[in-house]
């Protein structure tokens, strides 16, 4: 399998600045060594002619895995990253060839609006702590949202395409906002994003009551598989060993302290934009009178005979479908 391919553009200066530091940026990431990304660079026109050059070349067969368009906005102060394109010309000044359009649509029978195919989730996982960068639903509607338009309407509609290229249109404050460098790495890591498969590593409890039966917890019915069940438990951080990480997650999800007794199930599970590794742990008896949910609508206790009756989490499904067919782990011994 060959390396990873990422089509970076910027624009020249246009109408009275003096430079643009999508063009700056853009030449900076080829500097970068990405080791397993071959990333390549397009200068576009201010027209166009340059809104339409990548959408030529994508009808031309040339394929990328990812391609972020860069952009320099005089009116924001941290770096936007555009959800949406719209179909609609709204320009308030000439583009670099005297181009001037108020209304209309950028292509007749054509959606309105097209969204970005980047990684939504796996970008805001890399950036919630970060207050500069942010998403944005208003790319304006000059040449930048033209261009990104145009993209997303071939990377759509064209049908030789087998997988879509992971799309961006990235907004560049000016450098007294944010310097340089720190926009730099901002790119860098998004375009790690718009590639890299993340690689996370979990941990869940199995827990008995007296009875031999394990307990399921099912998922608040809002945000990410909500109303799915899984074992309870959750992310390992940093620094954390999977007992210390489970000892934790079951004190903020149940409000219990276990005593983590031996791993009894290591799972890999590929999400499709990221991969989980799912450690489980047997955490011997607790009564359910000391379980408080913190964080789940509801609690089952499941005898081997009932493990298939919940809908369980992708990751944790091909664990509770081998114990349903070769028994529950043993109870340890007191």
Same mark, same amino acid.
């Given at each position: 399998m060959g390396n990873s391919k990422v089509l970076v553009t910027g624009y020249p200066r246009f109408s009275n600045f003096d430079e643009n530091i999508s063009e700056k940026l853009m030449k900076l990431v080829n500097d970068i060594d990405f080791q397993s990304i071959e990333v390549y660079t397009s200068l576009l026109s201010v027209d166009k002619k340059g809104s339409n050059s990548i959408a030529q070349r994508i009808n031309n067969n040339e394929n990328f895995d990812a391609i972020i368009h860069l952009g320099f906005s005089s009116s924001r102060e941290i770096i936007s990253l555009e959800r949406f394109?719209?179909?609609?010309?709204?320009?308030?000044?000439?583009?670099?060839?005297?181009?001037?359009?108020?209304?209309g649509k950028i292509i007749e029978d054509d959606l309105e609006v097209y969204e970005t195919t980047a990684p939504i989730k796996i970008i805001d996982d890399k950036f919630d702590a970060i207050d500069y960068v942010s998403w944005s639903s208003d790319p304006g509607r000059f040449v930048c949202n033209e261009t990104y338009f145009r993209t997303l309407s071939t990377i759509f509609n064209k049908t030789l395409i087998i997988k879509k290229p992971s799309t961006l249109f990235i907004h560049l404050p000016n450098e007294k906002h944010i310097e340089l460098l720190t926009q730099l790495e901002v790119v860098k890591n998004i375009i790690e994003c718009m590639i890299f498969k993340p690689q996370i590593e979990v941990v869940g409890g199995l827990i008995f009551d007296m009875?031999?039966? =394990?307990?399921?917890?099912?998922?608040?019915?809002? *945000? &990410?598989?909500?109303?799915?069940?899984?074992?309870?438990?959750?992310?390992?951080?940093?620094?954390?060993?999977?007992?210390?990480?489970?000892?934790?997650?079951?004190?903020?999800?149940l409000?219990?302290?276990?005593?983590?007794?031996? =791993?009894?199930?290591?799972?890999?599970?590929?999400? *499709? &934009?990221?991969?989980?590794e799912l450690t489980i742990i047997n955490c011997g008896i607790i009564s359910g009178d000391q379980i408080t949910l913190i964080e789940h609508e509801e609690m089952r206790w499941l005898s081997k005979d009932e493990l298939l009756d919940v809908k369980w989490l992708p990751a944790d499904l091909p664990v509770l479908e081998k114990w349903f067919n070769q028994g529950l782990p043993n109870l340890p011994l007191d």
């Open positions: 394109a719209y179909n609609q010309y709204k320009m308030n000044e000439p583009d670099n060839s005297g181009r001037m359009i108020t209304s009875h031999g039966r =394990i307990l399921s917890c099912k998922r608040p019915n809002m *945000g &990410d598989w909500g109303g799915w069940w899984e074992l309870p438990g959750g992310k390992i951080e940093y620094g954390e060993t999977a007992f210390e990480a489970l000892n934790r997650e079951l004190i903020e999800e409000d219990i302290n276990v005593n983590p007794i031996k =791993i009894e199930e290591k799972v890999i599970f590929d999400y *499709g &934009d990221r991969e989980i």
